[in-house]
């Protein structure tokens, strides 16, 4: 599935994408936009995800494109607030592409581990998220090939 024009009231695309679908590579091949990558381990967890929120809130229409956290929390929350967003994550099948994205980027044995763990429970979890688009990567697909 090809996305195209799918932008928030202010035209901004907000996108929620899964670790490993290539968000990095994104923004590298999209100089021509302005590109916020919204990282949610930098916000106060003490206040967070409504501080969060108003940090997306507060850029929408001054970027062209968000990248949001997936965390469950942070979808929820963009709905119950009515953000428009677009969820990309991989198909459950490719879970061991996934996981050598994951080795080949360098991530810690611990970050590999959690998500090898909890593949199918957060895999299910994105394919019963409500409240937005969704689109599913299949082999060899990433972010680019869909925005």
């Known amino acids: 599935m090809k996305l195209k024009n799918y932008k928030d009231y202010r035209n901004t695309l907000i996108v929620s994408a899964f670790p490993g679908c290539g968000k990095s590579h994104y923004f590298r091949e999209n100089k021509d936009k302005i590109i916020l990558d919204s990282d949610s381990s930098k916000f106060d967890k003490s206040d967070f995800p409504r501080n969060y929120i108003q940090h997306i809130r507060e850029n929408i229409g001054k970027v062209d494109v968000i990248m949001v956290s997936s965390h469950k929390e942070v979808r929820d929350a963009l709905v119950q607030n009515g953000i428009q967003f677009i969820l990309v994550y991989p ?28 593949w199918d429970l957060w895999i299910g979890e994105l394919d019963n998220q409500i409240g937005c688009q969704k689109i599913k990567l299949k082999q060899g697909e990433y972010l680019s090939d869909v925005l």
């Open 91 to 118: 198909d459950s099948s490719i879970k061991e592409e996934y996981i050598k994205r994951y080795i080949d980027r360098g991530n810690t044995g611990a970050f590999i581990d959690l998500l090898t763990k909890n």
